[in-house]
T-cell receptor, first 117, second 113 residues
Framework: AQTVTQSQPEMSVQEAETVTLSCTYD???????LFWYKQPPSRQMILVIR??????QNATENRFSVNFQKAAKSFSLKISDSQLGDAAMYFC??????????????FGKGTLLTVNP | EAQVTQNPRYLITVTGKKLTVTCSQN?????MSWYRQDPGLGLRQIYY???????DKGDVPEGYKVSRKEKRNFPLILESPSPNQTSLYFC????????????FGSGTRLTVV
């Protein structure tokens, strides 16, 4: 079974600075997807960024980018120019691309990000 | 607007009183799923459905039922709720053959006393 580990329960960053959230995963599959979800106090689960395992190029979405290291099974999220609205719980998630584990998302336990003004 | 609609947002009930949490999506997604979120545990899958009349257990199915009579609806049923089912519940839908992630509902905070 796949597992996702987020080793940082909490992180803080100063407004306008850069922060990196860590995520590692364990799988025997070669074809899969990785995601970062954001959960603000409104508790809505918002997709931030996604990465296909077959792509070597790291995904970027505006101020959000990932560092995907397939051999190391690492998938960190970098937030540049942090804003107060970035404060939230961030979840790393894994999903098989070929139907393994019933297409479910396997989540890490989350990292609570605080942004200080 | 493409969305997953869950109701209710908040629910307080007593042990043993049957309840249903509704979930509806307007994106014609085949795949729908229920998760529960508990502090320190992340989100765990309860049940999922690959299509109409096709449902199966996830990781934590005990005490829950689901049905998929129509493509858009996937209700979660607690026939005899217990306090250990107090949690935050999310419905999600998506396409399994594409990497667009899943769309989540806004969550249902359930308290069983």
């Amino acid at each position: 079974a796949q597992t996702v580990t987020q080793s940082q329960p909490e992180m803080s960053v100063q407004e306008a600075e850069t922060v990196t959230l860590s995520c590692t995963y364990d799988t025997s599959e070669s074809d899969y997807y990785l995601f970062w979800y954001k959960q603000p106090p409104s508790r809505q689960m918002i997709l931030v960024i996604r990465q296909e395992a077959y792509k070597q190029q790291n995904a970027t979405e505006n101020r959000f980018s990932v560092n995907f290291q397939k051999a190391a099974k690492s998938f960190s999220l970098k937030i540049s120019d942090s804003q107060l609205g970035d404060a939230a719980m961030y979840f790393c998630a894994y999903r098989s691309a070929q139907g393994g584990s019933n297409y479910k998302l396997t989540f890490g336990k989350g990292t609570l990000l605080t942004v200080n003004p | 607007e493409a969305q997953v609609t869950q109701n209710p947002r908040y629910l307080i009930t007593v042990t043993g009183k049957k309840l249903t949490v509704t979930c509806s999506q307007n994106m014609n997604h085949e795949y729908m799923s229920w998760y529960r979120q508990d502090p320190g545990l992340g989100l765990r899958q309860i049940y999922y459905s690959m299509n109409v009349e096709v449902t199966d257990k996830g990781d934590v199915p005990e005490g829950y039922k689901v049905s998929r009579k129509e493509k858009r609806n996937f209700p979660l049923i607690l026939e005899s709720p217990s306090p250990n089912q107090t949690s935050l519940y999310f419905c999600a839908s998506g396409r399994t053959r594409a990497n667009y992630g899943y769309t989540f509902g806004s969550g249902t905070r359930l308290t069983v006393v």
